[in-house]
Nanobody, 115 residues
Framework: QVQLVESGGGLVQAGESLRLSCAAS????????MAWYRQTPGKQRELVAT???????NYADSVKGRFTISRDNAKNTVYLQMTSLKPDDTAVYYC?????????WGQGTQVTVSS
């Protein structure tokens, strides 16, 4: 069993920055992929960024150049550094990890960006 605890969400003004953290704990042998998703009420969940075990990253077009995903393997933690935030970035952000053949979800953290 793997548990994910997210932190770092909050209310900021457009143009400001936030860093989200997601720490994994439990029965972890290896984490293949770590990712961040976001969801706004009435819309489907959107994949924001991924990072694999080798450090390769991928980003949604809407956040390229503004968001950076990183991981600390020693701490089993994934981060999402968000800069130049826009009101459209407002959403609940969820971390997700792939451990062997099972995916796990964080509880979600609210990010609200005011104009």
């Amino acid at each position: 069993q793997v548990q994910l605890v997210e932190s770092g969400g909050g209310l900021v003004q457009a143009g400001e920055s936030l860093r989200l953290s997601c720490a994994a704990s439990g029965s972890i042998f290896s984490i293949n992929v770590m990712a961040w998703y976001r969801q706004t009420p009435g819309k489907q969940r959107e994949l924001v960024a991924t990072i694999n075990s080798g450090g390769r990253t991928n980003y949604a077009d809407s956040v390229k150049g503004r968001f950076t995903i990183s991981r600390d393997n020693a701490k089993n933690t994934v981060y999402l550094q968000m800069t130049s935030l826009k009101p459209d970035d407002t959403a609940v952000y969820y971390c997700n990890v792939l451990v062997r053949f099972t995916t796990y979800w964080g509880q979600g953290t609210q990010v609200t960006v005011s104009s």
